[in-house]
C-alpha cells in the first residue's frame, strides 16, 4: 500500500520554473516505477513522465511536449520523486498528479491504467 501526496504547484508566468514533488508513505518505494500525470480543463488525464524503479536502472520517459523542459527524478531515500518544470507555458496549465505502480512493463508506462496508487493532485498555472 502507498499513499502519495503532491506539491510545489501554484500559479506561475510563462518562461517560469516550478518543482513538483510527491511524497510517497508505506514500504519498499524503490520497487514502485512512478509518474506523473496532468489533467487540463475539459481534456482527458495524459502522460507526463515516468522513472522506472531499481532494479530497471531508474530509466526515464517523457510525452513529447515536455522533452527538453521537464525532468523527473527520485530520491528513495526520502521515499519521493520531483518534477522539475521549466519554460512553462500555458498549455502546461493543468492538475498534475503523481501515480505509483509494481511490475510496470516498459511499454505500458504512460498508460495510467497501469497505476495502482494515485496522489489527489496539485494545480500548476501557468499565465501568458
Known amino acids: 500500500q502507498v499513499q502519495l501526496v503532491e506539491s510545489g504547484g501554484g500559479l506561475v508566468q510563462a518562461g517560469d520554473s516550478l518543482r513538483l514533488t510527491c511524497s510517497a508513505s508505506?514500504?519498499?518505494?524503490?520497487?514502485?516505477?512512478m509518474a506523473w500525470f496532468r489533467q487540463a480543463p475539459g481534456k482527458e488525464r495524459t502522460f507526463v513522465a515516468g522513472?522506472?524503479?531499481?532494479?530497471?536502472?531508474?530509466?526515464?520517459s517523457y510525452t513529447d511536449s515536455v522533452k527538453g523542459r521537464f525532468t523527473i527524478s527520485r530520491d528513495n531515500s526520502k521515499n519521493t520523486v520531483y518534477l522539475q518544470m521549466n519554460s512553462l507555458n500555458s498549455e502546461d496549465t493543468a492538475v498534475y498528479y503523481c501515480?505509483?505502480?509494481?511490475?510496470?512493463?516498459?511499454?505500458?508506462?504512460?498508460?495510467?491504467?497501469?497505476?495502482?496508487?494515485w496522489g489527489q493532485g496539485t494545480q500548476v498555472t501557468v499565465s501568458s
Open positions: 522513472i522506472g524503479e531499481n532494479m530497471r536502472g531508474g530509466r526515464t
Open positions: 501515480a505509483a505502480a509494481r511490475g510496470l512493463i516498459a511499454s505500458t508506462v504512460s498508460n495510467g491504467n497501469q497505476y495502482s496508487y
Open positions: 508505506g514500504r519498499s518505494f524503490s520497487t514502485y516505477a
